[in-house]
Protein backbone atom coordinates (compact mmCIF):
# COMPACT_ATOMS: atom_id res chain seq x y z
CA UNK A 1 0.00 0.00 0.00
CA UNK A 2 2.00 3.36 -1.30
CA UNK A 3 1.96 5.80 1.60
CA UNK A 4 -1.22 8.37 2.26
CA UNK A 5 -0.23 11.91 0.57
CA UNK A 6 -0.92 15.05 2.45
CA UNK A 7 -3.38 16.45 0.50
CA UNK A 8 -6.03 12.99 0.32
CA UNK A 9 -4.38 12.86 4.26
CA UNK A 10 -5.64 16.39 5.57
CA UNK A 11 -9.21 16.11 3.60
CA UNK A 12 -9.89 13.30 5.10
CA UNK A 13 -8.54 14.44 8.71
CA UNK A 14 -10.57 17.38 8.62
CA UNK A 15 -14.05 15.68 9.22
CA UNK A 16 -13.18 13.84 12.00
CA UNK A 17 -11.50 16.70 14.11
CA UNK A 18 -14.96 18.02 13.66
CA UNK A 19 -15.83 14.84 15.44
CA UNK A 20 -13.45 15.22 17.67
CA UNK A 21 -14.50 18.66 18.47
CA UNK A 22 -18.24 17.35 19.32
CA UNK A 23 -16.49 14.78 21.67
CA UNK A 24 -14.79 17.61 23.69
CA UNK A 25 -18.52 19.39 23.75
CA UNK A 26 -20.04 15.83 24.83
CA UNK A 27 -17.37 15.71 27.09
CA UNK A 28 -18.16 19.24 29.28
CA UNK A 29 -21.73 18.68 28.48
CA UNK A 30 -21.93 15.02 30.23
CA UNK A 31 -19.17 16.26 32.59
CA UNK A 32 -17.22 12.82 31.33
CA UNK A 33 -13.48 12.31 31.79
CA UNK A 34 -11.42 10.46 29.14
CA UNK A 35 -7.78 9.20 29.26
CA UNK A 36 -6.29 8.04 26.00
CA UNK A 37 -2.83 6.54 26.49
CA UNK A 38 -0.39 6.95 23.06
CA UNK A 39 2.22 3.79 23.52
CA UNK A 40 4.44 2.61 21.06
CA UNK A 41 8.50 2.11 19.68
CA UNK A 42 10.65 5.17 19.49
CA UNK A 43 9.60 7.09 16.23
CA UNK A 44 6.05 5.73 15.72
CA UNK A 45 4.61 8.68 15.72
CA UNK A 46 2.81 9.27 19.37
CA UNK A 47 3.01 13.45 18.82
CA UNK A 48 2.08 13.48 15.34
CA UNK A 49 -1.12 11.77 16.38
CA UNK A 50 -1.60 13.42 19.69
CA UNK A 51 -1.31 16.84 17.56
CA UNK A 52 -4.05 15.93 15.42
CA UNK A 53 -6.32 14.59 18.03
CA UNK A 54 -5.44 18.13 20.27
CA UNK A 55 -4.62 20.61 17.45
CA UNK A 56 -8.22 21.90 17.58
CA UNK A 57 -9.56 21.45 21.25
CA UNK A 58 -9.83 24.02 23.98
CA UNK A 59 -6.48 23.35 25.57
CA UNK A 60 -8.04 24.12 29.28
CA UNK A 61 -10.22 21.11 28.33
CA UNK A 62 -8.06 18.71 26.97
CA UNK A 63 -4.28 18.32 28.51
CA UNK A 64 -1.37 16.73 27.22
CA UNK A 65 0.83 14.71 29.79
CA UNK A 66 4.22 13.89 28.69
CA UNK A 67 6.31 13.35 32.26
CA UNK A 68 9.98 13.24 32.65
CA UNK A 69 11.96 10.56 34.52
CA UNK A 70 10.65 10.36 37.87
CA UNK A 71 12.34 12.91 40.68
CA UNK A 72 13.88 11.62 43.73
CA UNK A 73 11.32 12.36 45.63
CA UNK A 74 8.99 10.36 43.04
CA UNK A 75 11.01 7.46 42.97
CA UNK A 76 10.30 6.92 46.42
CA UNK A 77 6.31 6.73 45.88
CA UNK A 78 3.55 4.25 44.95
CA UNK A 79 4.47 3.57 40.95
CA UNK A 80 0.95 5.19 39.70
CA UNK A 81 0.94 8.14 42.45
CA UNK A 82 2.54 10.78 40.04
CA UNK A 83 0.33 9.61 36.72
CA UNK A 84 -2.97 9.56 39.23
CA UNK A 85 -2.48 13.40 39.68
CA UNK A 86 -2.65 13.69 36.27
CA UNK A 87 -6.11 12.20 35.49
CA UNK A 88 -9.19 14.13 34.27
CA UNK A 89 -12.00 16.11 36.10
CA UNK A 90 -15.14 16.38 34.99
CA UNK A 91 -15.31 17.21 31.19
CA UNK A 92 -11.52 16.97 30.94
CA UNK A 93 -10.12 15.01 28.44
CA UNK A 94 -5.98 13.68 29.06
CA UNK A 95 -3.57 12.41 26.42
CA UNK A 96 -0.64 10.47 27.93
CA UNK A 97 2.66 10.87 25.40
CA UNK A 98 3.59 7.47 27.02
CA UNK A 99 2.10 6.83 30.43
CA UNK A 100 2.60 4.14 33.27
CA UNK A 101 3.19 1.35 31.08
CA UNK A 102 7.05 2.84 30.69
CA UNK A 103 7.38 0.32 33.42
CA UNK A 104 6.62 -2.66 30.74
CA UNK A 105 8.65 -0.77 28.27
CA UNK A 106 11.74 1.14 28.59
CA UNK A 107 12.20 0.41 32.72
CA UNK A 108 12.00 -3.12 31.39
CA UNK A 109 14.67 -3.51 28.53
CA UNK A 110 16.98 -1.05 29.81
CA UNK A 111 16.88 -2.42 33.38
CA UNK A 112 15.71 0.66 35.14
CA UNK A 113 13.46 -0.76 37.17
CA UNK A 114 14.14 -4.52 39.59
CA UNK A 115 12.86 -7.65 38.60
CA UNK A 116 10.14 -7.41 41.29
CA UNK A 117 9.03 -3.52 40.74
CA UNK A 118 8.36 -4.95 37.24
CA UNK A 119 6.06 -8.29 38.08
CA UNK A 120 4.54 -5.95 40.68
CA UNK A 121 3.51 -3.77 38.09
CA UNK A 122 2.26 -6.19 35.64
CA UNK A 123 -0.18 -7.41 38.30
CA UNK A 124 -1.22 -4.22 39.69
CA UNK A 125 -2.05 -2.48 36.39
CA UNK A 126 -5.23 -4.18 35.66
CA UNK A 127 -6.65 -3.38 39.28
CA UNK A 128 -5.44 -0.13 39.10
CA UNK A 129 -7.33 0.50 35.50
CA UNK A 130 -10.17 -1.25 36.88
CA UNK A 131 -10.74 1.08 39.48
CA UNK A 132 -10.28 3.87 37.18
CA UNK A 133 -13.11 2.78 34.85
CA UNK A 134 -15.32 1.62 38.40
CA UNK A 135 -14.94 5.46 39.17
CA UNK A 136 -16.51 6.34 35.31
CA UNK A 137 -13.77 7.02 33.72
CA UNK A 138 -13.25 6.02 30.03
CA UNK A 139 -10.05 4.93 29.29
CA UNK A 140 -8.66 3.99 25.98
CA UNK A 141 -5.48 2.63 25.32
CA UNK A 142 -3.23 2.46 21.95
CA UNK A 143 0.20 0.72 20.90
CA UNK A 144 1.34 2.41 17.50
CA UNK A 145 3.72 -0.26 15.61
CA UNK A 146 6.40 0.07 13.01
CA UNK A 147 8.92 -2.05 11.34
CA UNK A 148 12.44 -1.92 12.31
CA UNK A 149 12.91 -0.68 8.65
CA UNK A 150 10.80 1.96 8.89
CA UNK A 151 12.00 2.75 12.47
CA UNK A 152 15.54 3.08 10.66
CA UNK A 153 14.29 5.81 8.16
CA UNK A 154 13.24 7.45 10.71
CA UNK A 155 15.69 8.03 13.26
CA UNK A 156 18.32 8.58 10.07
CA UNK A 157 16.03 11.74 9.55
CA UNK A 158 15.85 12.99 12.97
CA UNK A 159 19.36 12.83 12.94
CA UNK A 160 19.92 14.83 10.45
CA UNK A 161 16.88 17.45 10.65
CA UNK A 162 17.96 19.86 13.28
CA UNK A 163 14.44 20.54 13.81
CA UNK A 164 14.11 17.09 14.98
CA UNK A 165 17.13 16.31 16.49
CA UNK A 166 15.94 16.72 19.87
CA UNK A 167 13.49 13.61 19.78
CA UNK A 168 16.77 11.46 19.63
CA UNK A 169 18.52 10.81 22.88
CA UNK A 170 21.48 8.30 24.14
CA UNK A 171 18.15 5.65 25.66
CA UNK A 172 17.04 6.18 21.53
CA UNK A 173 20.54 4.96 20.19
CA UNK A 174 20.75 2.27 22.77
CA UNK A 175 17.16 0.91 22.30
CA UNK A 176 18.07 0.72 18.28
CA UNK A 177 20.08 -2.57 19.28
CA UNK A 178 17.21 -3.97 21.12
CA UNK A 179 14.06 -4.34 19.00
CA UNK A 180 13.60 -7.86 19.31
CA UNK A 181 13.43 -7.51 23.37
CA UNK A 182 11.06 -4.49 23.07
CA UNK A 183 9.05 -6.77 20.81
CA UNK A 184 9.31 -9.49 23.81
CA UNK A 185 8.47 -7.05 26.63
CA UNK A 186 5.49 -5.82 24.29
CA UNK A 187 3.79 -8.68 24.21
CA UNK A 188 4.66 -9.82 27.86
CA UNK A 189 2.66 -6.51 28.51
CA UNK A 190 -0.63 -7.34 26.35
CA UNK A 191 -0.75 -10.89 27.88
CA UNK A 192 -0.78 -9.32 31.93
CA UNK A 193 -2.56 -6.28 30.91
CA UNK A 194 -5.12 -6.82 28.19
CA UNK A 195 -8.54 -7.39 29.14
CA UNK A 196 -12.06 -6.67 28.07
CA UNK A 197 -12.57 -3.46 30.38
CA UNK A 198 -9.69 -2.35 29.38
CA UNK A 199 -8.14 -3.33 26.09
CA UNK A 200 -5.62 -2.21 24.03
CA UNK A 201 -5.42 -1.66 20.16
CA UNK A 202 -2.26 -1.89 18.35
CA UNK A 203 -2.39 0.66 14.96
CA UNK A 204 -0.06 0.16 11.93
CA UNK A 205 2.07 3.24 11.85
CA UNK A 206 4.69 2.56 9.30
CA UNK A 207 2.38 4.70 7.51
CA UNK A 208 1.84 7.71 9.75
CA UNK A 209 -0.88 9.75 8.27
CA UNK A 210 -3.00 6.58 7.89
CA UNK A 211 -2.39 5.36 11.44
CA UNK A 212 -3.55 9.09 12.52
CA UNK A 213 -6.82 8.76 10.80
CA UNK A 214 -7.12 5.03 11.67
CA UNK A 215 -6.47 5.55 15.62
CA UNK A 216 -8.79 8.48 15.33
CA UNK A 217 -11.62 6.59 13.51
CA UNK A 218 -11.48 3.67 15.87
CA UNK A 219 -11.33 6.10 19.31
CA UNK A 220 -14.58 7.71 17.88
CA UNK A 221 -16.43 4.65 16.62
CA UNK A 222 -15.77 3.53 20.51
CA UNK A 223 -17.35 6.45 22.06
CA UNK A 224 -21.21 6.69 21.88
CA UNK A 225 -23.39 9.34 20.19
CA UNK A 226 -21.89 11.90 20.85
CA UNK A 227 -24.28 14.93 19.26
CA UNK A 228 -24.91 18.01 21.48
CA UNK A 229 -25.77 21.32 20.39
CA UNK A 230 -23.62 23.42 19.30
CA UNK A 231 -24.42 27.22 20.01
CA UNK A 232 -24.96 29.47 17.45
CA UNK A 233 -23.10 32.77 17.88
CA UNK A 234 -23.73 35.83 16.09
CA UNK A 235 -21.89 39.36 16.03
CA UNK A 236 -23.86 42.03 16.32
CA UNK A 237 -22.45 44.88 14.23
CA UNK A 238 -19.95 47.41 15.49
CA UNK A 239 -21.11 50.44 16.87
CA UNK A 240 -19.52 53.52 15.32
CA UNK A 241 -16.20 53.36 13.33
CA UNK A 242 -13.37 50.37 14.14
CA UNK A 243 -10.47 52.02 15.90
CA UNK A 244 -7.13 51.81 15.30
CA UNK A 245 -4.27 50.30 17.47
CA UNK A 246 -2.74 52.72 19.81
CA UNK A 247 0.67 52.17 20.91
CA UNK A 248 4.00 53.80 21.48
CA UNK A 249 6.57 52.27 19.13
CA UNK A 250 9.86 51.75 21.44
CA UNK A 251 12.22 50.04 18.71
CA UNK A 252 10.85 49.97 15.19
CA UNK A 253 10.72 46.20 13.88
CA UNK A 254 12.08 45.92 10.58
CA UNK A 255 9.56 44.91 8.00
CA UNK A 256 9.71 40.94 6.62
CA UNK A 257 10.43 40.91 3.85
CA UNK A 258 8.24 38.40 1.56
CA UNK A 259 9.19 37.10 -1.64
Known amino acids: MKPLKKKP ?3 LLKPLQLELAAMARWASHHGKRIVILV ?4 TAGKGGVINAIAEHLNPRQCRVVALPKPSERE ?6 QRYVAQLPAAGEIVLFDRSWYNRAGVEKVMGYCSESEYDRFLQQAPVFEQLLIDDGILLFKYWLAVDQAQQEERFAERAQEPLKSWKLSPIDLQARQMYADYTDAREAMLKATHSH ?5 LVDFNDQRRGRLTLIRDLLDRLPDMQVPLDVLTLKPLKGKPRKEKYTVVKPLPEFPIP
Open 39 to 42: EGRD
Open 75 to 80: STQWYF
Open 9 to 11: YQE
Open 197 to 201: FAPWT
